[in-house]
């Protein structure tokens, strides 16, 4: 009897949850929906909205308006598809290594891979003379060298969280004195072009950005998903993942790898933009309230912050275009209060 | 009983030599750095420029216009540094805290980069006292952020909270530099943290604030003792624990916070500098704290003459060399298994 009472009762916990993972992603994508429309509709030249659906179609109906076509597919339409694919990708990269290191402080723009991106972009741009793409493979490069030290720097028997973090923190505290010296090195107009690739923007958004990326993502996800089913045994411990067999420490370097991927992709494409790895997950789990890990809904939830933030920066102020960098960061210090807020009162930090 | 207080005699009496040694190898690197630069100057005529001043010689007139000033400043700053490493991991019993990790040479540059586009400074006198500011609401902030929660603030928790306000201020910091090309220009050079171009004037200016934090945080050596216990015990003991930890800590804010206003934000000095006093004396602040304040100055000032040898004829700013000797100790710390043991 109490048997039977007990499997129902868990069966409409697990339905209940089904239902709010469901609600929260339909919520989400609607409100990625209607933001993603506003971005194409805002602008200083006004275009009605039966003239963007128009030029959308354009492609298949055949009808043009040059002028029209070249601002909604030229300008907009890449921009807010930039902003959305690196918006996930780096709310990926962030819930990635916020899981595996079980922290939501610990996500790749506070552990020190975004100051690899950004120590070796400023190297690209001074001593060596590069722009535009080459700087992104450099920043990629970067990235990806330096998630590796840090990784094999916090090797002893395994790795553990705890050291990842604060090696991660170290490894940031010197790649920022590499950066500070750069800039001691260089003329004043390197060093302007430096600081806008450093806080990171979509102003130069070009189609092939957003190529690049989404072929790296159709390739992450997929390794994503397949590693995050052996994260469910890893979620119960390291010993207890081991006693059923899972192999941890694979796991761990497989999915660390996919998250550096996303992580440098999307910043060698827009730049390191702070902030948008770090709340989005957070976010998303607070959403759901513990029905789920969250990884799809956190992907909208970065999408959404980095078209919002980019709307924001580029109409916030009549004459000025900040860049989409300033405003996040600004949002993240809002978050990060709240956040700490919040752990204060339950007691812990997750 | 008296063997055991001839041991504690003993050890008091090698702890005091080893002072002495100290003392002796920072006259040393002083004197080198008095001798080192662009125009290397033979030791004797170091000692002839320190002794017999000569106002028409060029080499005396470069000790003391350029490199007395310089070397002060590197003592004053090195000192403070490690004084204020020592009693911040001491108040905190946390082996990682570091005025860089902690987050307060970001707030001191927030302050700075405020002063000079908003303000308009230009004197690198009149920003020292806005790092001074910034360096101590920065502590604040990261501080109270940190203990928030059951169990106060761990070392995890207070070097994510630094590392994440430090990422928050800088976005700040950024946008100010991306509207403000003079700005961006004047903050660079303050950015890296260097003792070249002070004067006398910024080593009178901070002098007053270095002594009051170093007395303070000398005289806290027993309080931190109590406090390394355990706050129970410290408590049980009849220490009033809010009061120790807030004296630590106002030594450690003034001591950060001027010397950031004097050389910039250096990091590591005061991580790691700490840990190296505890190899030689073990545990107890009153021999730590001169210890790490006769060290600190002995690696920033080995740094500062090697920054300004290893890449001729221009010279390597010595936040740059601290952090590149800092780093790898400060990994190999982590690596170490009994981090958290303090």
């Not at chain 1, 067999?245 to 440098?264: D, N, Q, S, W």
């Not at chain 2, 009033?240 to 030594?251: D, E, N, P, T, V």
């Amino acid at each position: 009897m109490s048997v039977v009472s007990d499997a129902s009762r868990i069966i409409a916990v697990r339905h209940s949850a089904a239902t709010r993972r469901r609600n929260v992603l339909l919520g989400l994508a609607l409100a990625l929906l209607a933001a993603f429309a506003l971005a194409l509709y805002l602008g200083d030249y006004p275009v009605p909205a039966s003239g963007i659906v128009q030029s959308l179609l354009s492609p298949v109906t055949g009808l043009a308006d040059r002028s029209v076509d070249f601002i909604v597919l030229q300008v907009r339409l890449p921009r807010a598809i930039l902003a959305v694919l690196s918006g996930a990708s780096f709310a990926l990269a962030g819930i990635i290594f916020q899981t595996l290191l079980r922290n939501p402080l610990a996500s790749p723009d506070i552990i020190g891979v975004a100051h690899g991106a950004s120590a070796a972009a400023v190297f690209c741009i001074i001593i060596l003379g590069w722009s535009g793409l080459a700087v992104s493979f450099g920043a990629f490069g970067g990235a990806v060298l330096t998630a590796l030290a840090i990784y094999f720097l916090a090797w002893r028997n395994g790795v553990t969280a705890f050291r990842v973090v604060l090696i991660g923190i170290g490894m940031a505290a010197m790649l920022a004195a590499v950066i500070s010296y750069l800039f001691t090195r260089a003329r004043l107009n390197e060093v302007q072009q430096a600081m806008a690739w450093l806080v990171g923007s979509l102003n130069a958004a070009r189609p092939g950005d957003s190529i690049v990326l989404a072929g790296a993502m159709l390739v992450l996800i997929p390794l994503m998903i397949g590693l995050v089913r052996a994260l469910d045994a890893m979620e119960l411990g390291d010993d207890t993942a081991r006693a059923l067999g899972a192999p941890v420490e694979l796991t761990r370097l497989g999915l660390m790898l996919v998250a550096v991927g996303f992580a440098a992709f999307a910043t060698a494409a827009v730049g390191p933009v702070g902030f948008v790895a770090f709340v989005s997950g957070p976010l998303a789990r607070s959403l759901l309230k513990g029905a789920g890990r969250g990884f799809a809904q956190a992907a909208l939830v970065g999408a959404l912050v980095m078209l919002v933030s980019d709307l924001l920066a580029q109409h916030l102020l009549p004459t000025v275009q900040l860049p989409v960098g300033v405003v996040t960061g600004a949002c993240g210090a809002l978050f990060l209060l709240w956040l700490l807020m919040a752990s204060g009162r339950s007691g812990r930090v997750n | 009983m008296s063997e055991l207080a001839g041991n504690r005699a003993q050890k008091a009496a090698r702890l005091t030599l080893g002072l002495l040694l100290l003392g002796l190898a920072l006259a040393v690197i002083a004197m080198l750095s008095l001798a080192t630069g662009a125009r290397a100057i033979p030791l004797e005529n170091v000692w002839t420029a320190l002794v017999a001043f000569d106002p028409n010689a060029t080499e005396h007139r470069i000790i003391w216009d350029l490199r007395m000033p310089r070397t002060v400043v590197g003592l004053m700053v090195g000192a403070a540094l490690g004084l204020a490493g020592a009693v911040l991991q001491g108040a905190t019993r946390n082996p990682l805290a570091d005025p860089s990790i902690l987050g307060i040479h970001a707030g001191a540059a927030l302050a700075v980069v405020l002063g000079v586009a908003v303000l308009g400074m230009t004197q690198l006198s009149t920003y020292a006292w806005m790092a001074f500011a910034g360096a101590g609401a920065a502590m604040l902030v990261v501080y109270s952020v940190a203990s928030l929660g059951r169990e106060g603030a761990t070392p995890v928790k207070l070097a994510l909270a630094g590392a994440a306000i430090t990422a928050v201020l800088h976005s700040i910091i950024n946008a100010i530099l991306l509207t403000s090309p003079r700005t961006l220009d004047e903050i660079r050079f303050w950015q890296v943290g260097s003792l070249s171009g002070r004067s006398m004037d910024i080593a009178l200016q901070v002098a007053p604030f270095l002594a009051v934090g170093m007395i303070l945080a000398l005289g806290t050596a027993r309080l931190l003792d109590g406090l390394s216990m355990g706050d129970d015990v410290a408590r049980a003991l009849g220490q009033r624990i809010g009061l120790s930890r807030g004296m630590a800590g106002l030594a450690a804010v003034i001591l950060a916070g001027a010397s950031t206003a004097a050389a910039g934000p250096i990091a590591f000095v005061g991580l790691t500098v700490p840990h190296v006093a505890r190899a030689i004396t073990g545990p107890g602040y009153r021999w730590i704290l001169p210890y790490s304040m006769l060290l600190a100055p002995i690696l920033l000032l080995g740094a500062d003459v090697l920054g300004r040898v290893i890449a001729p004829p221009g010279e390597v700013q010595v936040g740059i060399v601290t952090a590149f000797l800092g780093a790898p100790f400060f990994i190999a710390l982590v690596r170490r298994r009994k981090l958290a043991a303090l």
